[in-house]
């Protein structure tokens, strides 16, 4: 998606949709994909996967991949985002799963992939997400990104990563940042290169 469309859609649903009371927001910057949410490593504890299976559809075994914490469905709520892959319990994982949580109580529940990281990009008091897909097919593999909210995906970022692991082979990942000022936002992006690890 090309930054401009994007940042139209973050303005939308930033602004259009919750028109702003009073004088105008500072403006803030957010970073929305940094080099650590495409590196992050999460092992659930014990509780946390039992919060999973818990979670899973009926007759179905789960796995958490993530959990984030943070106000989702409301401001200021005080809420666990658990990312849940879900499947056969004689087959593959079939499904990836969201499902937000209130005191042990599921309030909001949709498809997608791993959230890694809450964030309030504009200052609403409700946390938006930032969700990673990664495709492991191939020996050469890449990540997609989304920035969303429980009302839908806001930002689409298809060139997240890729890896190209041969010999002397480099990473390829994205950087985002959003700046929203005067109920407007610009979508900034840079390419990076590192090593292979």
């Known amino acids: 998606m090309k930054p401009a469309l994007a940042a139209i859609l973050l303005t939308t649903a930033c602004s259009a949709a919750r028109p702003p009371a009073g004088p105008a927001p500072e403006a803030r910057v957010t970073q929305v994909l940094t080099e650590e ?8 504890s014990e509780e946390e996967a039992s919060m999973a299976r818990r979670a899973a559809p ?28 879900a499947g056969p319990c004689d087959g593959p994982w079939s499904k ?61 970022i298809a060139d997240a990563e890729e890896w190209h692991c041969g010999a002397n082979g480099q990473v390829r990942w994205t950087s985002v940042s959003v700046l929203v000022r005067a109920g407007r936002a610009e979508v900034a992006r840079g390419e990076h290169w590192r090593g292979c690890q």
């Open 37 to 44: 949410d495409l590196t992050r490593k999460w092992e659930p």
């Open 58 to 85: 009926q007759g179905e075994c789960a796995e958490p991949t993530s959990l984030i914490r943070g106000s989702f469905t409301r401001p200021g709520a005080k809420q666990v985002m658990l990312s849940i892959k």
């Open 96 to 156: 990836h799963i969201l499902v937000v949580l209130e005191g042990g109580r599921e309030v909001w529940r949709a498809d997608g992939a791993t959230a890694v990281r809450a964030m309030d990009v504009d200052g609403d008091g409700q946390d938006e997400w930032l969700k990673l897909w990664r495709d492991y097919r191939s020996e050469d593999y890449r990540a997609e990104a989304w920035l969303s909210r429980t009302s839908g995906d806001i930002l689409h």
